[in-house]
């Protein structure tokens, strides 16, 4: 069964803490793509990546880091220095590298809340 | 000019009826408009798309309309129904040399349908 999954579906975290969020593909995907979506704001690029041990900032990567030291991972740290991380996170994949017109695949999504 | 700019942010419509969801962008390097449908805790699946190449793009009950002069694009459901209800997002990318996939999208319409 083909698929993005992302682990844990929530996550509690307190100030200060660093966690890491997962996401796992299966899909032979050479991209994939962290989102953070608020309410009223839409999905914001966090971090993307077009191959395996390269990666690059998105539109608000401050306070967040990433890796991808395998095709089908690319873990996403929200650290202390994330001033607002309460958020639903989602990852996302794409089949080739830069095709514009490829499909994004996107997993279920992680609830994170800091309390 | 990175921006997609989506209205309304909500929308309710009674069963049978049209939905229309409009977003405009300002970026004409953008040459790919997909829209994705979120349901409550899961994450966004493509649901239609467009190259600006046509006005017009109709999948069942869903059509994009696009205005290339007027760097509009809209989404029409016709005779939607309770289980259309949803979040919907348009989005855009860009292709060249650079690209990379990126999408970037709107801020969500919330759309709900009575039956």
């Known amino acids: 069964d083909g698929g993005i999954t992302q682990s844990p579906k929530y996550l509690f975290r307190k100030e200060g803490q660093n966690v890491t969020l997962s996401c796992e593909q299966n899909?032979?995907?050479?991209?994939m793509y962290w989102y953070r979506q608020d309410p009223g704001q839409g999905l914001r690029l966090i971090y993307y990546?077009?191959?395996?041990?390269?990666?690059q900032k998105g539109d608000i990567a401050e306070g967040y880091s990433v890796s991808r030291e395998k095709k089908e991972s690319f873990p996403l740290t929200v650290t202390s220095a994330q001033k607002n991380p309460t958020a639903f996170y989602l990852c996302?994949?794409?089949?080739?590298?830069?095709?514009?017109?490829?499909?994004?695949?996107f997993g279920p999504g992680t609830r994170l809340t800091v309390l | 000019q990175q921006q997609v700019k989506q209205s309304p942010q909500s929308l309710i419509v009674q069963k049978g009826g049209i939905s229309i969801i409009n977003c405009a962008y300002e970026?004409?390097?953008?040459?790919?408009f997909p829209w994705y449908q979120q349901f409550p805790g899961k994450g966004p699946a493509l649901l239609i798309a467009?190259?600006?190449?046509?006005s017009e793009k109709k999948e069942g009950r869903f059509t994009i309309s696009f205005n290339k002069s007027a760097k509009q694009f809209s989404l029409h459901i016709m005779d939607s129904q309770p289980g259309d209800s949803a979040t919907y997002f348009c989005?855009?990318?860009?292709?060249?040399?650079?690209?990379?996939?990126?999408?970037?999208f709107g801020q969500g319409t919330t759309l709900q349908v009575k039956p």
């Open positions: 989005a855009a990318s860009k292709a060249g040399p650079s690209n990379t996939g990126k999408l970037i």
């Open positions: 899909l032979n995907h050479d991209a």
């Open positions: 996302a994949s794409t089949e080739t590298r830069g095709g514009s017109t490829d499909t994004q695949y």
């Open positions: 467009i190259r600006p190449d046509v």
């Open positions: 970026n004409t390097a953008f040459d790919y």
């Open positions: 990546s077009q191959i395996v041990n390269d990666f």
